[in-house]
């Protein structure tokens, strides 16, 4: 599985990077099958972590979306309107969902490793 | 949880297993769209063993289903299948099911997964007026698999002993061989394509599936399947069909025989409702800005609850999300426009034609 050091993660499989982008894990795509449908708040908006802020749809299921830390939206990846199985084919590049201004606090958020052992005893 | 004779072979080959009727079933083996396409486009495979298998037999066997059911099991020549809505008194739906003429006095029925102790309770309690009529359930002993797509007959063909490509639609082989294996050959299905179902014993069923697969057919999950039958406006019971949903309102009033000699449970509950016309139908949707979801709600102007989504997806082969909803009959005509709520949000869905998806 693709699980990238330089990234931290929250236990319901979403990563956030140091540039404040957001996506949800090679997991978490996986499990969920192909993406077909992705809903996202506008820019501006001001999340608290923990907080639902949109859906991803697999053909199958819905499945909600948490913000990983709390901070205000700075840009939504719109190229997922037209093309959501980004989000299986590159969960980690051009599968992002949104991006939060600097600053904000990872610290609460699993590294690869606490990660690993999340979804391996899940 | 009960196991079908393929489970093992799924979970070897990556399909993601979940409950369905009390069995663990692939729902995918990896992606539900690919799988979907290799339906409409080349051939899929489906392991649907869960599904129940009756044998009724005797010298009133025919009359007995007669009753049983809306359609007409005595009108079957031999070897030829139909299907039929079973229903309550009521006129709400036991189960939709197939029932096959094995012989002159020998029947199968084939039913829902879920439904099959229910189905089972309501034939026994029935089959009391018919003495000479005995039901035996066979679910547990015969596998069910499914091939379909447009090069499934050539799939099929390469493999079985003998003429199948003349085999008509709802007609069947009883003692056909394919892959070296003794099957019931239907021309039947459930994804809107061309295709056969191979009934057979699960001691068979691994050899049969490897045959076929490594003959062109790919693996296919119950995913799929459900996709396909929406795109086909098949209906799903649970979902279309229901005690609370009579055949008439699910838009199966052609599988119901107002002519039949003697009567049907549900008859006149169904002739009232003919005579006084139908306050709410099944309707096709095409729904903009959203995936409405199986429990969605219908909603007027004022936000009142009108209807509710029976069944909803995004369509894979016309890459749009469609939806089936119980609505009331002023709102069904094509070109009518109604409103969903989407998590809140009001979305809005045009009523379309169906089937969504037609083959050539």
Known sequence: MNLPINLRFTVDHEWIDDTGRVGITDFAQGALGDVVFVELPPVGTALKAGESFGVV?????V??????????????????????ELINTDPYQAGWLIQFTAPFDVSQLLDADAYKLQIEGA | MKTTALTQWHQRHGAKLEEFGGYSMPIDYGSILNEHMAVRTGAGLFDVSHMGEFIVRGPDASACLDQL????????EQH??????????EGGVVDDL???????????????ASNI?????????????????TVTNVSN??????????????????????????????????????????????RTGYTGEDGFELYLSNQHAVALWERMVDAGARPAGLGARDTLRLEARLPLYGHELSAAITPLEAGLGPFVRWDKKGSFIGHESLVQQKRSGIVRKIVGLDVQGGIARAGYQVVDDQHTVIGTVTSGTFSPSLKKAIALALVPIECSTVGSVLTILIRGRAVHATVVKTPFYKRR
């Open chain 1, 57 to 61: 749809e697999s053909v199958k299921s």
């Open chain 1, 63 to 84: 499945s909600d979306l948490f913000s990983p830390v709390s901070g205000t939206v700075a840009a939504v990846n719109t190229e997922l309107v037209s093309q959501p």
């Open chain 2, 69 to 76: 059911v809306t359609n007409l099991p005595s009108g079957l």
């Open chain 2, 80 to 89: 030829q299948a139909l299907y039929s809505p079973m229903c309550y008194a």
């Open chain 2, 98 to 112: 197939l029932i096959y003429r094995l012989a002159d006095e020998v029947f199968m029925m084939v039913v829902n």
């Open chain 2, 117 to 133: 102790d229910k189905d089972w309770e309501w034939v026994m309690r029935h089959k009391t007026e018919w003495p000479g009529a």
């Open chain 2, 141 to 186: 002993e015969m596998a069910l698999i499914a091939i379909q797509g447009p090069t499934a007959a050539d799939i099929v063909a390469s493999q079985a002993e003998g003429d199948i490509a003349s085999l008509e639609y709802y007609h069947f082989i009883p003692d056909a061989v394919v892959g070296g294996v003794p099957v019931l050959l239907s």
